[in-house]
Nanobody, 125 residues
Framework: QVHVVESGGGLVPPGGSLRLSCAAS????????MAWIRQAPGKSIEWVSD????????YYSDSVKGRFTISRDNAKNMLYLQMNNLESEDTAVYYC??????????????????WGQGTQVTVSS
């Protein structure tokens, strides 16, 4: 069965840090451009970041640029998102997926959570 398992979320105060992990199962992540997206309560899905197959090209939304760092370890079939200086606006469920699937989720064409259940990040004092 092809899926991912996101982990590493939690409750942190503003200014805190978290490192999210995404473990791929049933497919070789090294063959895919990967992405992180998020959905806050009552808000639409937001594109957070994506990374090329070799990890040599990355993209960040303006809302997280300079605070988040995406990385991958193809040998371990893992994707990561280091989140620093967290803000309350970062509170959301975070999902990882191959980039084309993530775009489908963001467009409402693919069910959010169809690849993984996501991990909750709550930034609050």
């Amino acid at each position: 069965q092809v899926h991912v398992v996101e982990s590493g979320g939690g409750l942190v105060p503003p200014g805190g840090s978290l490192r999210l992990s995404c473990a791929a199962s049933g497919f070789d992540m090294s063959a895919y451009h990967m992405a992180w997206i998020r959905q806050a309560p009552g808000k639409s899905i937001e594109w957070v970041s994506d990374i090329s197959i070799l990890g040599d090209s990355t993209y960040y939304s303006d809302s997280v640029k300079g605070r988040f760092t995406i990385s991958r370890d193809n040998a371990k079939n893992m994707l990561y998102l280091q989140m620093n200086n967290l803000e309350s606006e970062d509170t959301a469920v975070y999902y990882c997926a191959p980039e084309d699937r993530a775009r489908g989720m963001a467009a409402g064409l693919v069910r959010l959570g169809s690849w993984g259940q996501g991990t909750q990040v709550t930034v609050s004092s």
